[in-house]
């Protein structure tokens, strides 16, 4: 099956500096709640991108999450290692342009995410971890997150769309 690359509609750099900086301002007061900061870069990044600069986006987000934890090193980036992998499958359903879109397919992405999560945890240390999980908690963490990139997205989104109509209606001089 051979991939190919969609255009691109957000910027992701753009997306990956707000979700960081996100990051940056609430991680120390929202620790407590699992939100997944980076998910919005990484559906961008799926849902636009061919596969293997997905994997390599979702390696680069997990080893930042490894950097802030005190969970064994690793961790995050093989869960959003796989997690990607599973989800680039159905990215085909589908659209990168539209925000509500964008914040279903980052649900299904923190669903499996937080599915994933425990049985990775699990493989690296089978005697401090148990797998344990709670349904209830992933629901709600899962749409949390998605209603976190429909937050994220959506203005950005919007914003985007009206700068290129903008500069579609500037007068454009040709050269000779």
């Known amino acids: 099956m051979r ?6 509609s957000l910027s992701e750099t753009g997306i990956f500096l707000l979700c960081f900086s996100l990051l940056l301002g609430f991680f ?18 799926i849902l636009q991108s061919s596969f293997l600069p997905s994997l390599y986006a979702a390696f680069f987000v997990g080893c930042i999450w490894d950097s802030l934890y005190a969970l064994p ?3 995050f980036s093989l869960t959003y290692v796989f997690t990607t992998y599973v ?3 159905i990215r085909e359903v589908f659209f990168h342009d539209q925000a509500i879109h964008i914040a279903f397919f980052s649900t299904i ?3 499996i995410f937080f599915l994933f ?12 971890s148990g ?12 749409f949390l997150n998605g209603l976190y990139t429909f937050c994220v997205c959506g203005p950005l989104l919007a914003l985007e769309k009206k700068i290129i109509r ?3 209606l500037l007068p454009i001089k040709k050269r000779r």
Request: glycine share 2%; charged share 15%.
């Open 117 to 128: 999560f425990p049985l990775v945890h699990f493989l690296i240390e089978p005697d401090k």
């Open 73 to 75: 090193f690793g961790l």
């Open 3 to 8: 991939f190919v690359a969609r255009p691109k």
């Open 109 to 111: 992405y923190a669903a």
């Open 166 to 168: 903008i500069f579609q």
């Open 28 to 45: 120390s007061f929202f620790r407590s709640i699992s939100l997944l900061y980076f998910v919005p870069y990484l559906a961008v990044t």
């Open 87 to 89: 989800t680039y499958r």
């Open 131 to 142: 797998i344990k999980m709670d349904v209830s908690l992933l629901i709600f963490c899962s």
